[in-house]
């Protein structure tokens, strides 16, 4: 029986994060450890509300209650299943998710401060880690069916994971030469370092997914060739295509980059140095790419935008502009627009916007200035409005509100227009709809038989645990589609979209 007056007692308290100046010195994760004490207070701040709404907020259905509880008694081990019944990768979205469930928590009603979900969630899944280990569960018979899985993040891993288990030979196939999509070379190692991601790799093998790395599907092995190898494929090959500004005056000098060509030769970067060997961020074409001693101007209000303003501190920029089109949301729930227990819009303040920089919203830029080389020097922005007209965005600058700021460095992270198109999506037979996603029918099957999808891929870029939830439910549907013995839990449909009012 779970304590209904511990949030009486105890006031929401998260740890204290590594101090700043410390912190941007190294790449390691912004938080400590919370330590035992800190959580089973906070755990105990769930009073058990009856209706767990968080249960709603959270796409995986997590059973926050059930494991705020058994944190609360040091029943660490039960709490450990409990959360791995419902989630793959508690280690992943413990330190990454946005955490709807919070939005969502009664004790968030009117204003007042919900439970510390996520901070229990990634304790629990440390504790895991640190008691023996991450074991690998034992897998039944094989069942002789196969499947391929295309794309390493959260949703093809969560899949291959749940496939394993139910005994069929899973192969993930990877383009890149690392297992982890966007949480290996996409998020930044102070929000996520990369062993974590390793020792999880280690249970997925031992559980028998084989991992094939350098392997670009559509390319270097055909569709036919996956189709003629496995019964089944899963599509989880994320959304990265990045969306650009080519029609802005200056976009292609020296200097302007896609905020992901940045990040993912940073972590090559940071990655190279763990293992001891020298590297340097280059673009493609050799050119070095580092934001050390440069003004950097970074366009975009997200994660991507804030992960870039973490790298740019780490990477010792002289200054950082952080650039919004949307004028500065509120600094609490507007009930009004965003009723509990939705996702409300309000200003989100990263780890990363304590480390410096200026943050300035309702602004377009109008030009990318040339130093007279080739070579970026300043971005022309102006004061702007933007209102919808017809699903249509219309922004209108400011008349006299222009000026320049300095830039020697801009980094675009404007957002992602679905997944890419690339020779895989015809060989299979899959299109992209009109927001570079592909369909899935209700089983999550693509137009092509026997070919699923799930992920970005499906959704467009979203959050982890929306790929876990969708990598659960395919793999549920692919089991199906095998003549798999019994169910597997499938979290979502491809249809469920996020609480919300409208
Ligand atoms: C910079 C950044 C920061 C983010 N931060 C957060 C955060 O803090 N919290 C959060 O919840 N979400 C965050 N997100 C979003 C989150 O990372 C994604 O929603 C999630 O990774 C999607 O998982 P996925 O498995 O669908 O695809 P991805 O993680 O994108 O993985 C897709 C994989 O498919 C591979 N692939 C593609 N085509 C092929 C092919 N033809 N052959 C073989 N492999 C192929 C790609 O190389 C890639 O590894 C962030 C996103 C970005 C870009
Ligand atoms: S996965 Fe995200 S939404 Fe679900 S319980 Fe954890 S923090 Fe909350």
């Known amino acids: 029986m779970p304590d209904p007056n511990g949030f009486l007692r105890y006031d929401r308290r998260l740890p204290a994060r590594r101090p700043v100046p410390v912190r941007i010195m190294d790449w390691r994760e912004v938080y400590p450890p919370a330590g035992e004490e800190l959580v089973r207070e906070q755990a ?8 767990p709404f968080c249960h709603e907020g959270c796409p995986l259905g997590n059973r926050i209650p059930d494991w705020n509880d058994l944190v609360r008694t040091g029943n660490w081990d039960a709490a450990v299943e409990s959360l791995h019944a419902t989630n793959n990768f508690p280690e992943f979205t413990g330190r990454l998710c946005p955490a709807p469930c919070e939005a969502a928590c009664v004790l968030g009603l009117g204003g007042q401060q919900p439970v510390t979900i996520k901070q229990v969630e990634v304790e629990i899944a440390d504790a895991a880690a640190a008691r023996g280990g991450l074991r690998p569960q034992p897998v039944p018979p094989p069942t002789g069916r196969s499947v391929a899985v295309v794309g390493s993040g959260p949703a093809g891993l969560a899949a291959a994971q749940q496939l394993a288990r139910a005994g069929h030979a899973v192969t993930v196939y990877e383009r890149d030469d690392a297992i982890g999509g966007l949480l290996r070379y996409g998020i930044p190692d102070f929000k996520l370092e990369k062993r974590h991601i390793d020792a999880r790799l280690a249970q997925l093998a031992a559980e028998g997914v084989r991992f094939r790395t350098g392997v670009n599907v559509g390319v270097d092995v055909t569709a036919e060739q996956l189709r003629a190898e496995h019964d089944a494929v899963l599509l989880a090959c994320g959304a990265l295509q990045g969306r650009d500004t080519p029609e802005t005056p200056g976009r292609a000098l020296r200097g302007v980059h896609q905020a992901m060509t940045h990040l993912v030769a940073s972590n090559r970067v940071v990655a190279a140095a763990g293992e001891g060997r020298p590297a340097l961020a280059v673009l493609p074409d050799g050119m070095p790419i580092d934001a050390a001693g440069k003004h950097v101007v970074i366009i975009g209000g997200g994660d991507t935008a804030a992960d870039c303003l973490g790298v740019a501190h ?53 030009e990318f200035v040339d130093d007279g080389t080739g070579q970026v020097k300043g971005v022309r922005i ?52 009109a927001r570079g996603a592909v369909d899935a029918r209700p089983d999550w099957q693509t137009d092509a038989d026997g070919v699923f999808v799930a992920g970005d891929m499906h959704r467009g870029a979203s959050l982890i645990v929306w790929a876990i939830a969708e990598g659960r439910a395919a793999a549920a549907a692919i089991h199906t589609y095998l003549g798999g013995v019994g169910g597997l839990p499938a979290p979502v449909d491809p249809g469920r979209q996020p609480l919300a009012a409208r």
């Open 382 to 433: 102006a004061e702007v409005t933007v209102e919808k007209r017809d699903g249509r965005r219309i922004v209108t600058p400011l008349p006299g509100s222009e000026r320049e700021l300095p830039a020697d460095l801009v980094l675009l992270a404007i957002g992602f227009e679905g997944t890419e198109e690339q020779p895989l999506l015809a060989q299979f037979g899959v299109a992209r709809n």
């Open 44 to 51: 105990t701040r769930c009073m058990d509300c009856g209706i």
């Open 314 to 366: 780490r990477q010792g920029a002289a200054g950082v502009h952080q650039l919004d089109l949307y004028p500065e949301p509120p600094h609490s729930r507007d009930a009004a627009r965003d009723p509990w227990p939705t996702w409300p819009w309000v200003l989100r303040n990263y780890p990363a916007h304590e480390e410096g920089g200026e943050r300035v919203f309702a602004v377009a830029v109008q």
